[in-house]
């Protein structure tokens, strides 16, 4: 029986969200095609050295995906929403010795809550995207999310801070298959972008060169502050916080005799703060502005396994409620790089239990 619900597809022009449209249309949805225009203007150079998920090649390559589906298809216009929650967002965040999670904002606050917002407003009773990612709704009525059939392409980290509201609108096809497996049913009905690359770096940064989008954004040079070791002993100039990360270690220019790493970034004072390997390590994460999926709230102390940032392998840590908004997490062993504006993620089993912002260690 053909199913009468609507989903609106968010197609980036690659692969994924291209087999996700065909999955769907075959589950007998009414299929829309919609491409996200976020911040894309123009440069024919950022064109073509960014063609993943947001370059303007996006828009050519979903349109005629979705002249094969025979899907109807739109581009809606979003960058007044993804400057607001992502680019300024960014920015305030280096500004301040954080390092952000820009892909996390924009799946929150553009690919999720603005998407859903319209596409409800034009009458979807669902929307749908290519992310490596399962939903499920729990017997405690609640949805989370559950790792995809591929740990390697698992992308529930970057998806932890969706709502329920999102959850419950929301439709994964992809979750179920491994990147093999939709290249491989991108060939076989004959998909143009079948063996595109997968896009890697920001998408608005694609050259990586974060502090110099910063200045240019800013339209002018940052101020430079001193290297000093957690004694206080100053070792010379910077070339401003927005350069460095907590835990970097290439590209500093000291030679200290010892692997030298980046322990804290102090933006009252433009000081980078260098220590050793032990001096990077710690048992503690601190985080807020959580958000939970497969619980309501944390009533007691948790075992659970966590996740620190996107290409962590994760760990085992208790977590419990410190504050109104904060947790502490006690990891079992030593972790390495406690960076404050990264994400933490917590896992129970396969689900996503919630996360949280790092703010630091103990």
């Known amino acids: 029986m053909k199913n009468t619900k609507t989903v609106v597809v968010g197609m980036s022009g690659g692969v994924d969200s291209s087999v996700a449209a065909y999955l769907l249309k075959e589950q007998g949805y009414e299929v829309i095609g919609v491409t996200m225009q976020i911040w894309q203007d123009e440069e024919r150079v950022v064109e073509e050295e960014n063609g993943g998920c947001c370059g303007l090649t996006a828009v050519d390559d979903a349109r005629r995906v979705a002249a094969d589906l025979e899907i109807p298809y739109y581009v809606m216009n979003f960058k007044k929403e993804f400057k607001q929650h992502v680019i300024d967002y960014f920015i305030d965040e280096y500004l301040h010795g954080r390092t952000p999670n820009p892909c996390i904002a924009c799946n929150r606050y553009v690919k999720w809550e603005s998407l859903l917002k319209r596409s409800l407003d034009i009458g979807a009773d669902y929307i749908a995207t290519g992310h490596y990612a399962r939903i499920e709704k729990l017997e405690n009525g609640r949805y989370t999310l559950k790792r995809s059939a591929t740990l390697e392409k698992d992308q529930t980290y970057a998806l932890y801070n969706l709502t329920q509201e999102q959850l419950s609108r929301t439709l994964m096809p992809v979750g179920e298959y491994t990147k093999e497996e939709v290249r491989e049913i991108a060939e076989k009905i004959c998909l143009r972008v079948a063996n595109k690359p997968d896009s890697q770096d920001i998408c608005f940064v694609p050259d990586g060169d974060y502090a110099g989008f910063i200045e240019k954004s800013l339209e002018g040079e940052l101020p430079t502050g001193n290297f000093v070791l957690t004694t206080g002993e100053i070792l010379g100039p910077h070339k401003g916080i927005t350069h460095y990360t907590v835990g970097q270690r ?19 004072t433009n000081e980078v703060v260098i220590g050793t390997n032990e001096d990077s390590m710690s048992f503690y994460v601190r985080a807020n502005q959580l958000n939970f999926m497969s619980i309501e709230e944390i009533t007691e102390p948790l075992r659970v396994f966590a996740k620190i940032r996107y290409n962590h392998k994760g760990a085992w840590c208790t977590i419990e409620k410190v504050g109104e908004d904060e947790v502490l997490c006690t990891f079992e062993e030593k972790q390495r790089a406690i960076t404050p504006g990264q994400a933490v993620v917590f896992y129970d089993g396969d689900c996503v239990l919630g996360g949280g912002t790092i703010i630091g260690d103990k």
Do not use: D, Q
């Open 250 to 268: 290439k590209g500093l220019g000291l030679a200290l005799g010892y692997p030298a790493f980046v322990v804290e970034i102090r933006p009252e």
